[in-house]
């Protein structure tokens, strides 16, 4: 299972943000192989072993949040602003959270080697859309707050306000994982 170095830069950017006193503090708890990824900065054009993501986004979170994992739903947030703004303006501008996550599901595989996503709207709400990302071999809940914290912000910028929010993690890779939004 592998990950677009994208996805690692943009915890390393989160880190470094918070001080050369935070990274240090983050490198020195992390395994010898993501320790090396963040020392030498990761490369967003490399794939990086899955396990590197989950050990970043966990040790991040122990180190400089409460390590309840909620600072990874602020690493996906601090993804979408950062990673999103500039050229792709435009699409927060124009869109809508049905057609940002209809951009974000078919760019999935650039970000991720492994599972599917797609989305899911509401016949009877269009302004209920249910994100899905099934086949992951090993769901961690890091990486599904990141999502989380990418789709919200994503919101957000798109100037749709966020009304309702359900939970469908689940750890059973046969069990796929959802985010259900609900927004005007």
Same mark, same amino acid.
């Given at each position: 299972?592998q990950?677009s170095?994208? @996805?690692?830069r /943009?915890r390393y950017?989160?880190v470094? $943000? ?6 240090? $503090?983050?490198?020195?708890?992390l &395994?010898?192989? #993501?320790?090396?990824?963040?020392e &030498?900065g990761?490369l967003?054009?490399?794939? +990086?072993? +899955? %396990?590197? !993501?989950?050990?970043i986004?966990? &040790?991040?979170d122990?180190v400089?949040?409460?390590?309840? *994992?909620q600072?990874?739903?602020e690493m996906?947030s601090? /993804?979408?602003?950062?990673n999103?703004t =500039?050229?792709?303006?435009v699409?927060?501008?124009f869109?809508?959270l049905?057609?940002? *996550?209809?951009? #974000?599901a078919k760019? +999935?595989h650039s970000q991720y ?6 989305v899911i709207? %509401?016949p009877?709400?269009?302004h209920k859309?249910t *994100?899905? !990302?099934a086949n @992951?071999p090993r ?9 989380? =914290?990418?789709?919200?912000k994503?919101?957000? *910028?798109?100037? /749709?306000e966020? &009304?309702?929010f359900?939970?469908?993690? /689940? ?5 796929p994982t ?5 927004y005007i």
């Open positions: 299972m990950i170095g994208h @996805v690692i /943009s950017m989160f470094r $943000k918070a001080g050369d006193e935070a990274f240090e $503090k983050v490198l020195a708890a &395994t010898p192989e #993501a320790r090396k990824v963040m &030498t990761p967003e054009t490399v794939w +990086y072993p +899955y %396990d590197v !993501l989950i050990d986004s966990v &040790t991040v122990r400089l949040g409460q390590g309840d *994992l600072l990874c739903e996906g601090f /993804s979408c602003q950062h999103l =500039g050229i792709y303006r699409f927060f501008r869109g809508n049905n057609f940002l *996550l209809d951009r #974000a760019a +999935y080697d492994f599972g599917s996503m797609r709207r %509401d009877e709400n269009k859309v *994100l899905e !990302l @992951v769901p961690h809940r890091a990486v599904y707050l990141a999502i989380k =914290g990418w789709a919200i994503a919101a957000e *910028l798109s100037g /749709s966020m &009304t309702g359900t939970d469908g993690f /689940s750890e059973d890779p046969e069990v959802t985010w259900i939004f609900e």
